[in-house]
């Protein structure tokens, strides 16, 4: 790890020397425009392509070296130089910040921890998480400017290749590759390998070779926030996280279905004729077997419910992604010892004393998996992006084939997503992992790292 900050902080001397060289070489008289009037920008675009020829980089490259440098934070600019944050981390950092004038300290050093922590590709989301948190109406503003720099560009690569890229709204762009996964998909038998056949699908949808059928999107959000009474992000099933107000706008004209794990049932009114969850036994949809007693069951849904409906009630101001958060960071300061200790559900029965229906079966219902998914947007291995519904749903304490009711048990407690090269991993038992609390995952590598993963992250 001293290697890795050393290696972070040689590269912050380069940035921090090229720029000042470049300041300092804008500042020389040598550089005149016409008339002999010194041209400062000329000076520093001179300057600039000095540094760049020195270094082999782009004179582009050395011009956000120096804008990033002049607009950072000094907090930022500090662990910049410290090495606490890569470059791409720092670049990340300081575009999430800019505009956001009233940044406290503690603000600050809470965004550089989840920076330094993060893989690159998913140090903007977790950022974006917290200026949410710290002030909803400048995020929801600074997301509506940011909604009109859509763009389509090209670029050519060697070996006559070309690279299209397109940028826009999240749950556009969502929607977007939705319909070209959906595509390649029919053609699994194809002996070509998934990026050539996402390519085709997507070559022949947008040259109108192949008619597109819209896929179908599912969107998990809590009551609270479905009602406009809360504003905790909402998850799109196969994409991640997304703010409050697209979860609802998405959720819109959308089909209802409610997942309760534990709830009490009113009595129906009388002469109420209503189809809502408040009135409405829960019911599931799975396949037909044995009746179960609604209490023997882990998850239940309710009626599908039609476009329009919305939640009548909700807690307002939910605080459960803030407990939970509050959790991690406690959990970050405890010593591997106490770690150990915290583990709150060593046998893997998820705190049932009695096994819920399904639990003694190794492959989870389809309720339990839709829950378990929701819960968590991609695998949990620290970093990792692959969307949870592309993972296997793994027991943290293993199922006993042998005798279930010994082993791990097959309920939401017990159950992560992990994509197959990091199932691989705790299989072969390089990397361990344990439920500790709040659904909060404790991963810890070969070297005796531990590393958490919350849902909803």
């Known amino acids: 790890m001293s290697a890795k900050v050393d290696a972070q902080a040689s590269f912050a001397r380069s940035v921090s020397a090229s720029c000042a060289y470049v300041q300092e070489s804008s500042r020389r008289p040598a550089v005149l425009g016409p008339g002999g009037v010194f041209d400062a920008e000329a000076a520093e675009t001179c300057a600039v392509a000095e540094v760049a020829a020195a270094l082999a980089v782009s004179t582009r490259t050395v011009t956000e070296w120096l804008f990033l440098t002049r607009t950072a934070h000094p907090a930022v600019a500090e662990a910049f130089d410290a090495g606490r944050l890569a470059y791409a981390a720092f670049r990340t950092v300081c575009r999430s910040l800019a505009g956001f004038h009233h940044a406290t300290e503690a603000l600050l050093q809470r965004v550089i921890a989840v920076a330094a922590r ?7 989301s977790a950022i974006d998480r917290i200026l949410a948190d710290f002030d909803a109406d400048w995020h929801r503003i600074i997301r509506e400017r940011a909604a009109l720099e859509r763009s389509a560009t090209v670029r050519k690569l060697p070996r006559d290749q070309a690279e299209l890229k397109i940028r826009g709204p999240a749950d556009k762009v969502a929607a977007l590759w939705r319909n070209i996964a959906a595509a390649a998909a029919r053609g699994v038998t194809d002996p070509t390998s998934l990026p050539a056949r996402l390519f085709d699908a997507a070559h022949a949808l947008l040259t109108g070779a192949v008619s597109c059928t819209p896929a179908r999107a599912v969107i998990v959000l809590d009551a609270a926030t479905a009602a406009g009474l809360a504003g905790e992000p ?5 994409w991640g996280p997304v703010p409050a107000d697209v979860a609802r706008r998405i959720a819109g004209d959308a089909t209802w279905q409610a997942m309760i794990t534990a709830a009490e049932v009113a009595e129906p009114r009388a002469g109420c004729s209503c189809r809502c969850p408040e009135h409405d036994p829960p019911t599931d949809s799975e396949p037909p077997g044995p009746p179960v007693p609604a209490a023997g069951r882990e998850v239940r849904r309710t009626r599908r419910m039609p476009a329009g409906w919305t939640p009548i009630k909700g807690k307002l101001g939910s605080t459960t992604a803030r407990k939970v958060r509050e959790q991690v960071e406690y959990l970050r300061t405890l010593a591997p010892s106490a770690l150990d ?3 709150a559900d060593p046998n893997g029965h998820g705190g049932f004393a009695v096994p ?14 839709a829950l378990v998914t929701a819960l968590y947007p991609t695998c949990i291995h620290p970093g990792c992006a692959v969307p949870s519904a592309d993972c296997d749903l793994d027991h943290v304490v293993p199922f006993d084939h042998t005798d279930p009711r010994r082993g791990g048990w097959t309920v939401t407690g017990n159950l992560t997503p992990l994509c197959r090269r990091h199932h691989g991993l705790k299989t072969r038992r390089q990397w361990h992992h344990r439920m500790v609390r709040d659904g909060i995952v404790h991963v810890r590598d ?3 790292t531990d590393y958490f993963t919350a849902p909803g992250e």
């Open 356 to 369: 819920p229906a399904g639990a003694l079966t190794y492959r989870p219902s389809e309720a339990i998996a």
């Open 446 to 448: 070969s070297h005796g």
């Open 234 to 238: 909402g998850h799109l099933v196969g």
């Open 341 to 343: 200790r915290a583990v």
């Open 118 to 124: 993060c893989t690159p590709g998913a140090v903007a």
